[in-house]
């Protein structure tokens, strides 16, 4: 799940390496826009739909994370 969510973030952002921080959010590398992008872009590549109470700077923070939560809804 890590490798294709790695991928699909690849393709959208190629600017962002998505790899390397543990803190995607924190430190500031996602901004607010690119957060509804990627929730848009997992969305529709997997098919679910994220609860509100979901969209927290935790669950963004890192590929890890975002797997976790992805994997949490299929």
Do not use: C, H, W
């Amino acid at each position: 799940m890590r490798e294709k969510i790695n991928d699909l973030l690849k393709q959208n952002y190629p600017q962002i390496d998505f790899e390397s921080s543990e803190e995607l959010v924190d430190d500031g590398i996602l901004d607010s826009m690119t957060l509804v992008g990627i929730i848009s872009a997992l969305s529709m590549e997997f098919g679910v739909m994220l609860p509100y109470e979901e969209i927290i700077p935790e669950n963004f923070n890192s590929l890890d994370a975002m797997a976790e939560l992805i994997e949490k809804y299929l």
